[in-house]
């Protein structure tokens, strides 16, 4: 009972944030309502039972991803007529591509099916703590992926260094 | 699924939560019952170290910004990865402390391209 309260909160904050973020004229207000709802989806994180992903939302998306967003929003500045001209005129086209998105995502939640209980039940992560957990299935079956996650990183950094400092030249 | 399992050990985190914005919406409120509203036009302006206020509020940031705070997002997610391999070290074996140091050299290939770049240079 108490956990579908919590439950419903947390979505229908993160619902009520998204829209906000996309609707405010004031692009800062719409990161900072943002914030609030990479904050609830971390409090959604903490009811699924995965405390490690939750911290990390808060680290990562809340800390760094939040520094990004706010530092590339003061570098465009963008006065008002280009603001409207460049973001706002194709939304006819942004609307195509995210219904496009929308419906991959149905068609793949209309599909999966949950097989058998495996052995990480609620009982076992309590036994072992969480962050033992995601690191011995990360750095021995995941190991692969894992690798191909520092090349996504490597990636980030050379293209933004590619990217921002001809500029500068 | 959600609603099946409750998180009892964060309860602490929630009656911090409850008690901070309790403290914070208290305060505003016990000043908004308190204060004389008394305003007029001067008061009501911008202040801006009490000189007239001229040009945008915002101002175009230098692209320096960007390159920092995407290395910091990268190295952030790096400690991020870190933190898990450290805890179950003892549990996983030598393979997967090598190949944690793959994983860190290759982000010291992008560390040591970001400095030959001179990426941490302000100019």
């Known amino acids: 009972m108490i956990n579908q309260a919590f439950f419903f909160y947390f979505s229908a904050v993160i619902v009520a944030t998204s829209l906000l973020a996309i609707t405010r004229k004031n692009v800062m207000h719409g990161v900072l309502y943002m914030l609030l709802l990479f904050f609830h989806i971390a409090g959604l994180y903490l009811f699924l039972n995965a405390e490690f992903i939750s911290a990390v939302q808060v680290i990562v998306y809340a800390g760094a991803i939040m520094v990004l967003f706010l530092f590339v929003i003061m570098l465009l500045n963008l006065r008002d007529d280009i603001r409207k001209k460049q973001f706002i005129a194709t939304w006819p086209m942004g609307l195509l591509v995210s219904s496009g998105i929308l419906m991959v995502i149905l068609m793949a939640m209309l599909t999966i099916k949950t097989g058998a209980h495996g052995v990480w039940g609620i009982a076992q992560l309590e036994r072992v703590t969480q962050t033992v957990a995601i690191g011995t299935v990360m750095y021995t079956q995941y190991l692969f992926p894992f690798e191909v996650a520092s090349l996504v990183l490597l990636v980030a950094i050379i293209g933004a260094i590619v990217l921002a400092k001809k500029r500068i030249k | ?123």
């Open chain 2, 1 to 123: 699924m959600p609603g099946t399992y409750t998180p009892v050990g964060y309860l602490p985190v929630l009656i911090f939560l409850i008690i901070a914005l309790g403290f914070g919406l208290g305060s505003l409120l016990f000043g908004y019952i308190l204060r004389p509203r008394r305003p007029y036009d001067e008061k009501l302006s911008t202040y801006e170290s009490g000189m007239v206020p001229e040009g945008e509020p915002r101002q175009k940031f230098s692209v320096q910004y960007y390159i920092i705070a995407i290395l910091f997002v990268v190295f952030d997610v790096e400690a991020v990865f870190l933190y898990p391999w450290a805890v179950s070290f003892d549990k996983i074996g030598l393979y997967a402390f090598i190949e944690m140091i793959l994983f860190i050299v290759v982000l010291v290939i992008g560390y040591i391209y970001a400095w030959r770049k001179d990426a941490f240079l302000w100019d």
